[in-house]
């Protein structure tokens, strides 16, 4: 095991690391022009709490602050068992958001790296009235829907909202799930499409459309998150 890795196994790195991760957000989001999606979006889902707030992997790291200067929207975040899961974790709660451990998606196997578990504390934390977000894509396959968010609104009730959040400055890396580092001052852009209303004891057939909708729902928010931060018509 080389250095780096073994550094980054140690709780004090990691508490670090995501102090400094969670400060450096702050500090992006504070200077950043605000761009809202629709512009009443607040309002809009005022009445629709608790939400299922599904994003896309490597497109997340401005999501905390979708709560914005809304006190009462509760939220917590499913994240990963992974070492880097550690430090998301660490940086979500640092900026006020609550987390619940465990994999999404692996195909419609929620029992693989705590998937139950996380499935049945993301049903709980709806009923107890926070919003759930998650990330859609089926781990390690980009802008691939799984079925976890389809599952989750059709036991709860709850609707999804699919999320996009774009900066005009970013750094994209070229990683599996396209990750954008988020740079400051520039214009930031946050879009929301919903909501997308998924009924109870639906077939497979009727899950895999909703999963597909949900996967277009999502590209669309992406596409049109990036041409509001970018100013392209």
Avoid: C
């Avoid at 450096?24 to 950043?32: E, I, S």
């Avoid at 049903?123 to 919003?131: E, M, P, R």
Wanted: proline share 5%.
């Amino acid at each position: 095991m080389g250095l780096f890795r073994r550094l980054m196994r140690s709780s004090a790195v990691q508490a670090a690391v995501g102090r400094t991760a969670a400060a450096y957000l702050r500090f992006v989001w504070k200077t950043n022009r605000l761009i809202v999606d629709p512009p009443d979006l607040y309002d809009q889902v005022e009445s629709q709490l608790p939400l299922i707030i599904a994003m896309w992997h490597g497109q997340h790291f401005m999501v905390p602050f979708l709560k914005h200067d809304q006190p009462n929207h509760r939220t917590k975040v499913l994240i990963s068992r992974h070492r880097d899961g550690e430090i998301n974790a660490i940086v979500a709660e640092r900026l006020g958001i609550g987390t619940i451990r465990g994999s999404g998606d692996h195909g419609g196997r929620f029992d693989r790296k705590g998937g139950v578990g996380a499935f049945k504390a993301m049903f709980d934390a709806l009923k107890d009235g926070y919003n759930v977000a998650l990330t859609a894509d089926v781990p390690k396959v980009s802008r691939i829907a799984g079925n976890g968010v389809v599952k989750l609104a059709s036991m709860s009730g709850r609707p999804v909202y699919a999320i996009a959040i774009a900066t005009s400055r970013r750094i994209e890396l070229n990683n599996w799930d396209r990750s954008a580092v988020n740079l400051p001052f520039g214009r930031i852009a946050i879009v929301a499409d919903g909501p997308i209303m998924i009924p109870d004891e639906i077939d497979g057939a009727e899950a895999e459309q909703y999963r597909l909708l949900v996967e277009q729902r999502l590209n669309a928010a992406t596409a049109r998150a990036y041409d509001l931060a970018d100013r392209r018509p």
